[in-house]
């Protein structure tokens, strides 16, 4: 098959674009901005969705459904969330739609809402009014739940995964009797996204806080995960928001102490999205196609058998078969690719396109050899292995290649974090090596604002195991006591 | 506690929502007609999930996921399909609020969309516009496609989980090559419902074909699974629709034949939603509160100790927490539940609300006799049970539970079917004993809308293992070969 993959080189952007259409995961709708999440693309995002569920459940949190609509009044009452969210927000006004006679079908302006529905673009509004009524006494709390959803949010410019008009993703949403035990779920939620990150993307992560300006609209502290792409640029893969007391004030939602007293509940919120779909491939892939990590894998081995005669690919089957059952007894997805309608080379590369992280090719020569061609798609280096034992030479290979993914980006991203120590040595790193750059910040937002302005640069974050140095702004001259991480982000 | 459940005898329709209230599975939201789905429900709601899912995977589907919103214009594009959702649509035609400089959030009026979107009430429209672009040769199909979504529809009654404005469901769309492709399709995805409703939910159900009436608006062919509730009410539980040819070409998709020729593709689509979970409440449940047959039962077995001095407890606790591992490695689910701030008592009576069907008490006597007492919920039983080789009475129980919950719904329903030979035979049946009503019918529209209208009871449907049968149309007369299945409806 022709891959007509870009050059990462040649254009990253391109070659993203290439890689997640040309191996199905998703396309453009015809809505604007919303995408069509392919089942290739999907089958991606029921694993992440699998691993990520069993570790809120084990973290103690249940799931539950809220409604879709937040009334316009409810959106408001957050003043800084409504301020963060109104300029990209979906609005319903319209019940109803009838045929004006003529074979029109039209918006019929008699059924029109006597208050605008805004489609959820995070759910925290409606959650906590929700809460209130759950909510009486020091009893009630925790509340840890975890709502799977759809959210819309009316962006402009959109990028497949990355940035979509309408997105999936989870949001959680928690409720406390102290601000303690509220910033401790807050971080404990970070940690499960890192080790998700880490130990099932492979992606390295730095934790960290967000400085004032990029915190999430009615947050008091945002901590999140930033990860490197290839391309040097930045990517928040999942944040996790100390919310305080503001939606419990801005919905009433008071408890009764054990000391008898009403105070306002504490709240966290968290969430990470199909935006992790992106970060995945842009983290990995090659010219070649996707690389996807084993542990998210939809298909981890592929057999190709390779035969000129009925009874040779009668020989390969049987072998084939057998080795699948081992595999899938010891919960490695396989698949066994027999059509007749492609040649080996098409269906190699199409499993080179689509990632699988271990292809076999068994052809006669190998049967009567006790042996197969084994290709391992992060390095695509072959090897000839014996048919022995081979299901065991494969789990131990999809570790090592778990590993190996999460080592290459680790090293690239350590070798993307690059002190500066002046604004101009900000600059030309951001325009050379690009990567985090650790630098000096007063921080203050309209140093933050300005560096912004002119470089295109945000600060990601104030990491949280940061050293305390003492220096001057890069901007400013100003005294600092810590650097931050700079980079251009997606 | 007190359960405050309202008689069922006395009125059924409180009776639920008591039920669904005080079982904690949902509640009423803020948003017209929206319901929030309480982590309870919602676990409920995850069982079904998981089921449906492996069986639709087993079938050779696949997940994807599609846009929210549906462009009015694709909407339009089937005339009968509009025709049967435009009443009931909400309808998006802003894209952005604003503050009005008054403190006040409003609608933007300069963020007007020139094409309204709808929130789709079912995906047919988006789909077929997307596969369109899929779908080239025969080689491209079958496509067998799932998408499990929220989706909207109008509502002015709402009851929760029965009909709400939002509700949860999946919605399979497949194309393929052939009509009876297509139609075999259709007829497998019903039995799957089937089987579920059956062998999972222990609702013994009916299949069979809508009326033209009751039929989907777009589709040639509606299948459906009817089931009855404790009223005597049906509940259409489950549908699957040949479209035909309808959605191709209302989209246009063709593909280039095996022999060179290019034709219409053929479709069918089939849908299940967080319904389920209310035929589940009204099927089986009692004054007690909910009964759930053990297979989708969240938790299947609570343990509740009874303990007068800690030393008790603690060798109480040291049995249960081995019986509970036992269990937990045969696949039951758990609760060890020793929270000391409720008494024994209120326990019961909240798993008994809950639906848990087996509930163990173990006091300081049973540990000294090797025994615990055993309730089960369906029946409310209680009997002694020795302690050696309790795990495997209780596998065997919970099947005998899955048992006899279907056969006590079975023998309801076989015991309300009922042959009507008149028409004043059927509007008695229909006030007294209810059920389905078995009538001969003439086959025409007419006669069933003014059936429908003079005594408020549609015909169900036509049932896919009926006995042909002469007869003639207990309303106009005319001569029949079959009888239907009448009854009032959820």
């Known amino acids: 098959m022709s891959k007509g993959i870009t050059s990462k080189n040649e254009d990253y952007s391109q070659w993203y674009n290439d890689i997640v259409i040309k191996a199905d995961l998703a396309e453009h709708s015809s809505v604007k901005g919303c995408m069509v999440i392919k089942p290739y693309g999907y089958s991606i995002w029921e694993k992440m969705q699998a691993v990520l569920d069993q570790k809120f459940k084990d973290t103690g949190h249940s799931n539950a459904y809220f409604p879709l609509f937040i009334p316009k009044s409810f959106f408001s009452k957050e003043a800084s969330h409504v301020e963060g969210f109104a300029t990209e927000c979906a609005v319903v006004t319209h019940y109803r739609l009838k045929n004006d006679g003529n074979g029109n079908i039209i918006v019929d302006e008699t059924a029109k809402l006597e208050e605008e529905l805004i489609v959820r673009p995070t759910s925290e509004t409606i959650i906590w009014n929700t809460y209130k009524g759950w909510i009486q006494s020091y009893r009630d709390l925790p509340i840890l739940v975890n709502q799977w959803a759809n959210v819309v949010r009316w962006e402009m410019r959109t990028r497949l995964f990355l940035r979509t008009t309408e997105f999936l993703w989870q949001e959680g949403h928690t409720a406390h009797a102290t601000s303690d035990e509220a910033i401790a779920e807050t971080r404990q939620m970070l940690d499960v996204y890192a080790d998700f990150a880490e130990n099932w993307m492979g992606l390295p992560v730095v934790k960290g806080v967000k400085t004032p300006n990029e915190r999430f609209a009615g947050a008091l502290d945002t901590y999140c ?25 801005a919905f009433d939602v008071k408890f009764t102490s054990k000391e008898g007293k009403q105070e306002h509940v504490w709240a966290s919120s968290w969430g990470v999205s199909t935006r992790l779909i992106g970060a995945l491939i842009m983290a990995h892939s090659d010219d070649a196609g996707l690389v996807l990590p084993p542990k998210l894998a939809p298909i981890q081995v592929v057999i190709v ?112 974090i690059t002190e500066a120590n002046s604004y101009d040595e900000l600059k030309e790193l951001l ?45 400013s001259g100003k005294p600092s006591k810590q650097r931050v991480l700079f980079a251009r982000a997606y």
């Open 431 to 475: 325009d050379t090596k690009a990567g985090f750059i650790a630098a000096h910040w007063d921080g203050t937002p309209e140093t933050e604002q300005k560096i912004k302005e002119e470089t295109k640069a945000t600060i990601r974050c104030v990491p949280l195991d940061n050293k305390l140095e003492d220096g001057v702004c890069i901007y």
């Open 225 to 249: 995960i930033e990860a490197l792409m290839q391309d040097g640029k930045a990517l928040q893969a999942g944040t996790s928001h100390f919310l305080g007391q503001n939606f419990a004030k």
């Open 305 to 416: 058998p390779i035969y000129k005669t009925d009874e040779e690919l009668q020989k390969i089957s049987a072998f084939a078969t057998e080795l699948s059952s081992k595999l899938k007894s010891m919960g490695i997805s396989v698949k066994y690719d027999d059509r007749d309608t492609q040649r080996p080379g098409f269906k190699f590369a199409e499993y080179e396109l689509k990632g699988v992280p271990i292809r076999l090719a068994i052809g006669g020569r190998d049967m009567e050899n006790g042996t197969v061609e084994l290709a391992r798609r992060d390095t695509r280096e072959k090897q000839t292995v014996g048919q022995d034992g081979l299901e065991i030479f494969i789990v131990q290979l999809l570790d090592e290649i778990q590993r190996s993914i999460y080592n290459k980006a680790f090293n690239y991203r350590e070798e993307h």
